[in-house]
């Protein structure tokens, strides 16, 4: 508790170092305010609490940490990333659509082919676990096609139990994936996100960070290159924190203003597990039972689960958008192509090299 | 003489042309030793074979850590061709220290070999054979014995149909006899394959003796002696030395049947039968509406 006050204090003061305190919300949302801050003017915050949707816990982090060279990613014109592959990994259904869905629809409509990885079975949620894998197992190929994917994969590991798998093995058949399918991005779970209390979590994005980097080197699984993949890099990740709990360092803001749609449809998709899928019809049906309505659910299922989406779970993303004069943003830690040191020496070579 | 073990003799020609085998051993000297004249057999009756060797030999070789890691390497492929395999596979787990690996990881690149290669017949460790002190051994058994039949189920390691390697089970097994008191019902006559073997054998220097020959008859030499034996070169005295000293159990196992040399073996046979039970019942029972 403690922890959580301190660290609140801390933010509103980051919040009025850069001004957008003055942003307001024209929606009605029941956005809650950060507590003001008992930090002593002599400290300088060095994580931000940003106005929170009362909506749904399960959106932006708790605190964001921000680095001097963040970069707002806009939309690009044209297909900017034709020929380029992106894997979306997630431990559970509901994470990718969450978290990352509107730069995942973006990139795509940028020219990036699209794959969604699921590596649990999500057996822990469903009405029984049989009932709870067979829903999700059908959420993961929906949420993809939501998104534009290409393909959607799971690996079955036990829900909720992923630290006990051998993360070596979960590496390995991401590193068989990302050969196969030539991936140069992928978007996931910060494996550093702090106060992350899902296991599933930090197991998927360790695995996926080591295997972007060993999928590239010909002397991890050999037999590979036999089987006629080739060694490939993943030269950019994109990752994101978890929700209510974790954060991450954020250098990356994506606009997802004109994307925010698939992102609804891709949480609308997701029946099996998380606050989406049909609430909004289940609200609209209790409603009827009393004798009442919200306008904002229309007239029937369809569009009652996509507005219900769209105007609670999608609050945050609005919310944080406002902070950087965006309609809807998700943050990211980015991490992008490494420089080609070898030209870069080469290039000082040739320029201050002199006769013998 | 037991009269449930079956004697395997050269067959003519090439039955088993067409089909694939791969042998998985531990360590450098274990093939050789165990099953050397086995591989040859096979291949020389049409098999093509794979050699597939899960630990890194670190331990073996009397020089640093990284030099025996390089010798059993280049050795490693030199055995493999005295054996005549198209393909030699290392996987480089720490020499003596498997148990502590991830099963599941090394049964996956298992699997994804066998599905690869299309594998019929294994020849390894016996992963119930008792006595067995060496925890690489009875690791690599294990795995070998799950990856055969979970390389056949679609569901296991689905991404591997993506890169277009279809589900493959393998049928048969050749389990070594490696310790005193394990199981076998199978010795295979090895005699006409005997050279292979030493062939194989003297490749392996940096573990299984192979050069003993050679440093026995340096040492004679400084004393101002030699052994008739290993005659005037490094390479006849290593094979001959081998043949002398290396080969008896390969003659006790052969003896008791008659043979000059022999490789025990448990033997699994897995393959379906040509007409499945149900269709014979069927037919001789099915009547009509």
Known sequence: MKRRRFLGRSMAAGVALTGAEALESVRPARAAETQPSDLPSKFTPAAHALRRSAYSPFATADYYTFADDLVLEHNQPGKPHQGKVLAAIQPHSDDVPLYCGGTVAKLIDEGYTGYLIRISNDEAAGRTIGYGVVQNEIDNHEVAKALGCKKAYSFYYRNHRMDDDAEIEIRARLIFLFRLLRVNTILTMDPYDHYDENPDHLVVGRTVEAACWMAGGSRDYPEHLKAGLKTTSVREKYYHARSPQGHNLTNRIVDISSYIDAKVRANVANKGKGPAGTAGSALRRELAKEGRKLPLLGDNDETANFAYVKHFLMDDFRLLGEQFGLGYAEAFRYIGPEPVYSRNIREYVNQHAVPL | ?289
């Open chain 2, 1 to 289: 003489m037991d009269t449930n073990i079956v004697v395997e003799k050269d067959q003519p020609g090439y039955p088993h042309r067409g089909k694939v085998f791969a042998a998985i051993h531990a360590h450098l000297d274990d093939i050789p030793y165990y099953a050397g004249g086995l591989c040859a057999k096979l291949a020389s009756e049409g098999y093509t074979g794979y050699i597939i060797r899960t630990s890194n030999d670190e331990k073996c070789g009397g020089h640093t850590t990284a030099e025996n890691i390089l010798s059993n390497e280049q050795e490693h492929l030199k055995m493999a061709a005295a054996l005549g395999f198209k393909d030699v596979f290392d996987l480089y787990y720490r020499n003596h220290r498997m148990d502590g690996i991830s099963s599941i990881e090394i049964r996956g690149r298992l699997i994804l070999i066998f599905r690869m290669l299309k594998v019929d017949t294994v020849i390894t460790f016996n992963p119930w054979g008792h006595g067995e002190e060496n925890p690489d051994h009875w690791v690599t058994g294990r795995a070998v014995e799950e990856a055969c039949w979970m390389g056949g189920m679609s569901n296991d390691f689905p991404e591997h149909m993506e890169a277009g390697i279809q589900p493959h089970s393998v049928r048969e097994r050749y389990y070594f006899y490696a310790r005193s008191g394990q199981p076998f019902n199978r010795v295979v006559d090895i005699s006409s394959h005997i050279e292979e073997k030493l062939n194989a054998i003297v490749e392996c220097r940096s573990q299984g003796g192979g050069n003993r020959g050679s440093e026995l008859r340096a040492r004679l030499a400084k004393q101002g002696r030699r052994l008739p034996l290993l005659a005037n070169d490094d390479r006849t005295a290593d094979r001959e030395y081998a043949r002398r000293f290396l080969l008896g159990a390969d003659q006790d196992y052969g003896k008791e049947y008659n043979l000059r040399y022999a490789e025990r073996f448990y033997y699994i046979d897995q393959r379906p039968p040509a007409k499945p039970e149900v269709d014979d019942y069927i037919e001789k029972n099915a009547v009509s509406l």
